[in-house]
């Protein structure tokens, strides 16, 4: 069982909106503002989206974006396209200097 | 851009030890700027972070795998390397390695990762 909690599975249209939730405890998503959002296509490296809750690293599309409220962290992936279908992870710092991650949610475009 | 590959025995006997290399791209394992890590995944879970090491300064582990964990770092050769003591077949993962995007705060998010290698854990 993994630190964060993620739903299994969220699917959505193609243009539509779709948010992944990632919760865990004070003690990591509450405590600290360093929650990490990673996209991975099965067979290939993972690949960071969000880091620190909301920032993008050069190259990510505006179409990711991240935000917290207590306990729980979120990805949002507006216009969804097909190349979005994939496995994402949030993590997270952990007190104690630990990392943490959620165990994956899929994500299918209909 | 950055390319990370790992190497090493795709399986390892009960008991013994998983040995694991890293093998960064450039030189930029020497800097001060980075942590290096492993993540790894077993069939069918999520993502687990191992532990991360600097060039120089403290490692850190998951407290779950202290005991049986060994990070190093060669920058001779541009590696870094992860050692498991007795494992066992809840060990059989995909294990990554993965480059953190600086030190300090950053040290927390891992910017480029390696494709991963399959472990079995098995007699």
């Known amino acids: 069982q993994s630190a964060l909690t993620q739903p299994a599975s969220v699917s959505g249209s193609p243009g539509q909106s779709i948010t992944i939730s990632c919760t865990g405890t004070?003690?990591?998503?509450?405590?600290?503002?360093?929650v990490s959002w990673y996209q991975h296509h099965p067979g290939k490296a993972p690949k960071l989206l969000i880091y620190?809750?909301?920032n993008r690293p050069s190259g990510i599309s505006l179409r990711f974006s991240g935000s917290k409220s207590g306990n729980t962290a979120s990805l949002t992936i507006s216009g969804l396209q097909a190349e979005d279908e994939a496995d994402y992870y949030c993590?997270?710092?952990?007190?104690?200097?630990?990392?943490?991650f959620g165990g994956g949610t899929k994500v299918t475009v209909l | 851009q950055l390319q990370l590959q790992e190497s090493g025995p795709g399986l390892v006997k009960p008991s013994e030890t998983l040995s694991l290399t890293c093998t960064v791209s450039?030189?930029?394992?020497?800097?001060?700027?980075?942590?290096w890590a492993w993540i790894r995944q077993p069939p069918g879970r999520g993502l687990e972070w191992i532990g991360s090491?600097?060039?120089?300064?403290?490692?850190y582990y998951s407290p779950s795998l202290r005991s049986r964990v060994a990070l190093s770092v060669d920058t001779f050769n541009n590696q870094f390397s992860l050692k498991v003591n007795s494992v066992i077949a809840a060990d059989t993962a995909v294990y990554y390695c993965?480059?953190?995007?600086?030190?300090?705060?950053?040290?927390?998010?891992?910017?480029?990762w390696g494709q991963g290698t399959m472990v079995t854990v098995s007699s």
């Open positions: 620190e809750v909301t």
């Open positions: 993965a480059k953190s995007l600086g030190r300090g705060e950053s040290s927390r998010a891992f910017d480029f």
């Open positions: 004070r003690s990591d998503v509450g405590g600290y503002n360093y």
């Open positions: 450039d030189d930029s394992i020497s800097s001060d700027d980075y942590f």
């Open positions: 993590s997270s710092y952990k007190y104690g200097d630990s990392l943490v």
């Open positions: 090491i600097p060039y120089r300064g403290m490692t």
